[in-house]
């Protein structure tokens, strides 16, 4: 029989790899919505943050589902 008492829970360890796009093509705000949006629909549950200032995008989650929605949302991304 096992103890219990010797028992040690393990570490919970979260995954939080994010993957980092340069879009050079977004100028305005319309785009911080639009991108938003469309990673949400393609990444449920991704954490996501975008940055007009530097044109960065950073999100968890598929990189290829990530980059394709990118795509299909009418923007380039190159990985940053």
Known sequence: MISLAK???RKVV???DK????????????F????????EEA????EIAVDLATHRIAFTG???????????AGYTSEAA
């Open 7 to 9: 028992c040690r829970p």
């Open 14 to 16: 979260e995954r939080t």
């Open 19 to 30: 993957r980092f796009f340069a879009v050079n093509n977004m100028t305005c705000n319309h």
């Open 32 to 39: 911080v919505g639009t991108i938003s949006k469309t990673l």
């Open 43 to 46: 990444l449920p549950g991704a």
């Open 62 to 72: 598929d990189r290829a589902k990530g980059e394709e929605a990118i795509r299909e």
